[in-house]
């Protein structure tokens, strides 16, 4: 068990309002991660960081903000949510105490659906 | 742009059977590793190989590295209903941070 907690686990909201995930862990991984999963599609990273207040893109990042102001905690924001934005999150961490092989610890996931 | 193509999609065989997923790029990655998630559940890593050529056994679960570090394959020798689930590979780059590229997966369905 790595420490990682998601919330909310699961989120029904409208088209056009803000959204934000939390993911928090406990065991001072360096970098986090969040991921969205759709089918057919795999997991898809959005953003990364790796570090406090260091952040960047990933491959799907349009529509979506981060911040991280301290090791124990990423949010994810959807500044204003749309349909295509439906889908599981997934937030991941690696690199215990600064290093790391890429090797990621999952928290469970937050469904998310946008009607 | 998909990096990694797995395949099968999804399999369905009857318990005791063997089976081979495969994880293809045309990129090299300085390592890969294979996840496994059950339904409703972030996924879990399974192994990591790093060398090329390297094999890792897993209990009746095989891991293997192509030479040049651009696939890998997992069979599973007498396969059981626990082994079901969606089966992930990724690979790793390093290089300011490590990025996690994740294939598309493969549905295995193991009936009793």
């Known amino acids: 068990d790595a420490g990682i907690t998601q919330s909310p686990r699961h989120k029904v909201t409208e088209t056009g309002t803000p959204v934000t995930l939390r993911c928090h862990q406990t065991?001072?991984?360096?970098?986090m991660y969040w991921y969205r999963q759709d089918p057919g599609h795999g997991l898809r990273l959005i953003h990364y960081?790796?570090?406090?207040?260091?952040?960047d893109k990933g491959e799907v990042s349009d529509g979506y903000s981060v911040s991280r102001s301290k090791t124990e905690d990423f949010l994810l924001t959807l500044e204003s949510a749309t349909s295509s934005q439906t889908s599981v999150y997934f937030c991941?961490?690696?690199?215990?105490?600064?290093?790391?092989?890429?090797?990621?610890?999952f928290g469970e996931g937050s469904r998310l659906t946008v009607l | 742009t998909q990096l990694l193509e797995q395949s099968p999609q999804f399999l369905s065989i009857q318990e005791g059977e063997n089976l081979t997923v495969y994880c293809n790029s045309s990129?090299?990655?300085?390592?890969l590793q294979w996840y496994r998630q059950e339904p409703g559940e972030g996924p879990v890593l399974l192994v990591t190989?790093?060398?090329?050529?390297e094999v890792k056994k897993l209990k009746r679960l095989t891991f293997q590295f192509g030479d040049a570090r651009k696939d890998s394959s997992l069979h599973i020798t007498a396969a059981q209903p626990g082994d079901t689930g969606l089966y992930l590979c990724?690979?790793?780059?390093?290089?300011?941070?490590?990025?996690?590229?994740f294939g598309t997966g493969t549905k295995l369905q193991v009936i009793p």
């Open positions: 991941a961490i690696s690199g215990r105490g600064g290093e790391g092989t890429g090797e990621l610890f």
């Open positions: 065991e001072n991984h360096r970098y």
């Open positions: 960081s790796y570090g406090v207040k260091d952040t």
């Open positions: 990129s090299v990655f300085s390592s």
């Open positions: 190989v790093v060398t090329g050529g």
């Open positions: 990724a690979g790793v780059r390093t290089g300011g941070y490590q990025k996690v590229t």
